[in-house]
């Protein structure tokens, strides 16, 4: 999936989102507050794999 702009981002939003009552706007918040942490998460985990990955011996079968 390309990464998309600000503006594409908004653009993107659907009227139900805009419309929504303030109670569901909250609970949309929380849950983009959550994706976020999982998405800074796993962008963490990848660079933890990746420098894992470079620093250790090629042969992992050695235990």
Same mark, same amino acid.
């Given at each position: 999936? @390309?990464? #998309?702009? +600000?503006? *594409? #981002?908004? $653009? @993107?939003? !659907?009227? =139900?989102?805009?419309?929504?009552?303030? &109670?569901? #706007? $909250?609970?949309?918040? /929380? %849950? +983009?507050? $959550?994706? %976020?942490? +999982? &998405? $800074?998460?796993? #962008?963490? +985990?990848? /660079?933890?794999?990746? =420098?894992?990955?470079?620093?250790? !011996?090629?042969?992992?079968? *050695? &235990?």
């Amino acid at each position: 999936m @390309a990464d #998309l702009n +600000l503006q *594409q #981002l908004v $653009e @993107a939003i !659907p009227k =139900s989102v805009l419309n929504a009552s303030d &109670r569901d #706007l $909250e609970g949309f918040q /929380k %849950i +983009l507050q $959550e994706t %976020i942490k +999982l &998405r $800074e998460g796993h #962008l963490n +985990l990848q /660079k933890m794999i990746k =420098s894992y990955s470079l620093s250790s !011996p090629t042969h992992t079968n *050695q &235990r």
